[in-house]
């Protein structure tokens, strides 16, 4: 693959050249004969050929990107796609080059003359400030205030707007925060034929300036009304460019009439470039986290009714990333007698660890309801089918069964713990932890696993969580048990919806780092046995 910088090609198509330059998209030639000069990519004869038009700020064909392969082919939607976003790439490195020699042209005019060059400086760190800040950037609204701060202290604008175009081509505002409620609200979304700054740059594709409110209310007039209720008098707004078209707006606005130079509007159209890729990002972003939480909406299961218990669980995923993960619970009816219950953690913080996670539980089902065995060996059999069916899983787990006491007298409490953090005993006496811990599941070299068993008194809780709810890295994780184990306590007996929500808020709370699985069973209260009286006897 060749850049802007590459000789003219003998044999080369310029036909094909000139036409993508025309419809400013990348195209390939399945079959061209495309003879190299000597000492050109070691004088190879290649044979499969696509180009993809490299442009200035405005928008002119300044070169070609050209891919070659040494046999003919067929080029791919998918290969003409890359192909342009990495001609756009370049067109953007190009610009930006551009932009930096005009303004060191300004700082040597600046510096003949006597004048300060410190604000052409200020402006010549913008870009390189703008390409380290946005690159980290997740959200539209990151990049919104990332772009703000950085041309506060050159550009000094009042407001910074970032304008994209919805699925159905009408101007979504992406800046509504920094407006009052009731200019936000009133372009929030709008027709793209309207006559705004932003509208007429995402519309025609180039810069839109308006050094003035004659310049406002003559190009600009369904915007007019909103400049002079927020003491506005100029603005500038650039194309946020796409893979074909403009994409949104970067829009700038003034209180004083407000002309832009040459280097100025360059360090604009550059800026728009990276605004662009950052957003394109965010937008990538936000489409996994909201196909990542589907996945695991689906395999997070609906818990059957389990009277005379109670059970309620509760998953949320972590603040930042992906917004799924490897962490799952389950509650399975064995029998009429019998409640399995499960919560495990997978490896992992994305979607592969979400669909490792669906099928380690998927065969644990089926395992759980193919015989009656003890959780050891439920779990031991998970191990061996994982290495039966090279299929091995790193997680862990435990399983638990909940089913009467021998003597009528509450009920027994059997688990098998696979490197998970302890279950948590919760009565009115406060607030123990279920020991016994054996290696994770999915090691290579499975071995035996032990049971445990605990009579629950009437009324009893079990807590059943991942390591989510009480690792931090701003607290030790004996600390963290203590103030779970205490907070627990204090709840014994709160719903167990309320009880989920209390632990949630007071261990995990909104900024959480991993993702938090709960579930809890209730054992029934003691029966209170009628009197004479109450028979009345």
């Not at 050109?40 to 070609?64: C, F, K, W």
């Not at 001609?87 to 005019?109: H, K, P, V, Y």
């Not at 948590?424 to 016994?436: D, E, H, K, R, S």
């Not at 004996?478 to 709840?491: S, V």
Request: hydrophobic share 45%; glycine share 8%; net charge negative.
């Amino acid at each position: 693959m060749s850049s802007a910088d590459t000789p003219p090609l003998a044999g080369a198509d310029p036909a094909l050249e000139r036409f993508a330059a025309l419809v400013r998209t990348a195209l390939g030639v399945p079959g061209a004969r495309v003879d190299l000069r000597p000492g050109n990519l070691q004088d190879q004869e290649l044979a499969g050929y696509a180009s993809a038009p490299l442009t200035d700020a405005d928008g002119r064909v300044i070169g070609h990107l050209r891919a070659f392969d040494s046999v003919p082919r067929q080029w791919s939607d998918a290969e003409l796609r890359l192909l342009a976003d990495l001609a756009a790439a370049c067109s953007e490195t190009l610009r930006l080059r551009a932009a930096n020699r005009l303004l060191e042209q300004r700082q040597g005019r600046a510096a003949a003359q006597g004048v300060s060059a410190d604000a052409a400086f200020d402006r010549s760190q913008l870009l390189l400030r703008a390409s380290v800040a946005l690159a980290a950037t997740g959200t539209a609204e990151d990049v919104v205030d990332v772009v703000r701060d950085l041309v506060t202290s050159t550009l000094n604008p009042a407001y910074v707007g970032i304008s994209m175009l919805d699925a159905d081509g009408r101007v979504s505002l992406q800046s509504g925060r920094s407006l009052p409620p009731g200019v936000a609200a009133r372009w929030d979304l709008y027709d793209s034929a309207a006559t705004t700054p932003s509208a007429l740059a995402t519309r025609g594709g180039v810069p839109v300036l308006l050094p003035d409110m004659a310049a406002v209310r003559a190009l600009a007039p369904d915007a007019a009304g909103t400049f002079v209720e927020m003491g506005w008098q100029s603005a500038a707004s650039v194309p946020l460019p796409g893979p074909g078209s403009p994409v949104g707006a970067l829009t700038f606005v003034w209180k004083q009439p407000y002309v832009l130079d040459a280097a100025e509007q360059a360090i604009l159209a550059a800026l728009a470039g990276y605004v662009a890729q950052a957003l394109r990002r965010a937008d990538y972003l936000s489409s996994r986290e909201n196909a990542a939480r589907v996945l695991q909406t689906a395999l997070l299961p609906d818990l059957p009714d389990v009277a005379p218990f109670e059970l309620a669980a509760r998953y949320e995923p972590a603040s930042r990333g992906e917004h799924v993960g490897g962490d799952w619970y389950d509650a399975v009816t064995v029998d009429e007698d019998r409640l399995a219950v499960v919560v495990g953690d997978v490896t992992g913080h994305d979607m592969r660890a979400a669909a490792r996670m669906g099928r380690l539980r998927s065969k644990l089902r089926l395992l759980l309801v193919d015989r009656h065995e003890s959780p050891a060996a439920v779990l031991h059999r998970l191990d061996t089918a994982g290495q039966a069916l090279r299929d091995l899983i790193t997680a862990t787990a435990v399983l638990a069964y909940l089913q009467p006491g021998p003597d009528g007298a509450g009920h027994v409490l059997n688990w098998s713990n696979a490197g998970h953090p302890h279950p948590l005993l919760i009565t009115a006496a406060g607030a123990v932890p279920l020991g016994g811990r054996d290696p994770l599941l999915g090691l290579r070299a499975a071995r035996r696993r032990t049971d445990h068993g605990r009579h629950l008194p009437p009324g009893s809780t079990v807590l059943f969580y991942t390591d989510g709810l009480i690792e931090t890295r701003g607290a030790s994780l004996d600390d963290r048990e203590r103030l779970l184990w205490e907070t627990a306590a204090a709840r014994a007996g709160a719903p167990l919806p309320d009880l989920l929500d209390h632990l949630y808020a007071v261990l995990a709370g909104d900024d959480h780092e991993d993702d938090v699985a709960m579930i809890a069973i209730r054992t029934p209260p003691a029966t209170r046995r009628s009197s004479g009286s109450d028979r009345g006897e």
